[in-house]
């Protein structure tokens, strides 16, 4: 079972939509959480920090549910600007000490007319 | 500065020659991270530094890989006698805190021929 599990899509979506993504995580000493966006194999673009129950900013809300180890990430009336992959990413504690940020392979998203 | 720059942008090195890359951390933080993306979004940790020390290299392969953070120098990541496996894109981040959100720099795109 991989660390970060997303769906990889795509969702093709028509523009207006809510669209709603799924992350699952495996290691429940995991600390945080984000959601990063990656355009046409540029740089991840953190989008959101998840640190307790949730957050929203704007037309997006993220909700962390720790007790069953999976985080959301919801996008109200999609644009064609949204169009990107979004990677859920979970910090997480190494046995070892320390942490190390373990990403999902992504969740690709299409906003059409 | 306020971005983290990596340089160079592309490059292109034949099977067993050296590649090194170069990475600046935004100004501040002090916590440098190397990942390396392949195909499919598949992000590898490759190795983290807290200032010019290592802080986690369990992700670099030891035989051909190594790098370095020295004061008042940029971060570098050297890969000796490159492969063609190492053909990917190289990204560098770098955050104020270990467990908190990391920047990401443009990325060095290396294609070994």
């Known amino acids: 079972r991989k660390e970060v599990e997303q769906d990889p899509g795509p969702f093709n979506v028509p523009e207006g939509a809510t669209v709603a993504f799924n992350c699952t995580y495996s290691?429940?000493?995991?600390?945080?959480f984000f959601w990063y966006r990656q355009d046409c194999r540029k740089e991840p673009k953190l989008l959101m920090s998840v640190y307790s129950s949730g957050n929203e900013d704007g037309r997006f809300t993220a909700q962390l549910n720790r007790a069953s180890q999976y985080i959301s990430l919801l996008i109200r009336d999609s644009k064609l600007s949204d169009s990107a992959t979004y990677l859920c990413?979970?910090?997480?504690?190494?046995?070892?000490?320390?942490?190390?940020?373990?990403f999902g392979t992504g969740t690709q998203l299409k906003v059409e007319l | 500065g306020e971005e983290v720059a990596q340089t160079p942008k592309h490059l292109v090195r034949g099977e067993g020659q050296k590649a090194k890359l170069y990475c600046a951390p935004i100004?501040?933080?002090?916590?440098v991270f190397w990942y390396q993306q392949v195909l499919k979004n598949e992000f590898k940790f490759l190795i983290s530094?807290?200032?010019?020390?290592?802080?986690?290299e369990t992700g670099m392969p030891k035989e051909r890989f190594s790098a370095k953070c020295l004061p008042n120098s940029p971060c570098s990541l050297e890969i000796q006698a490159t492969k063609l496996e190492d053909s990917a894109v190289y990204f560098c981040a770098s955050s104020q805190y270990n467990v908190y959100e990391q920047y990401f720099g443009p990325g060095t795109r290396l294609t070994v021929t």
């Open positions: 990413v979970v910090n997480m504690a190494l046995t070892g000490g320390g942490n190390k940020l373990t």
């Open positions: 100004k501040g933080h002090s916590y």
């Open positions: 530094f807290q200032n010019e020390n290592v802080f986690d």
């Open positions: 290691n429940s000493a995991s600390q945080s």
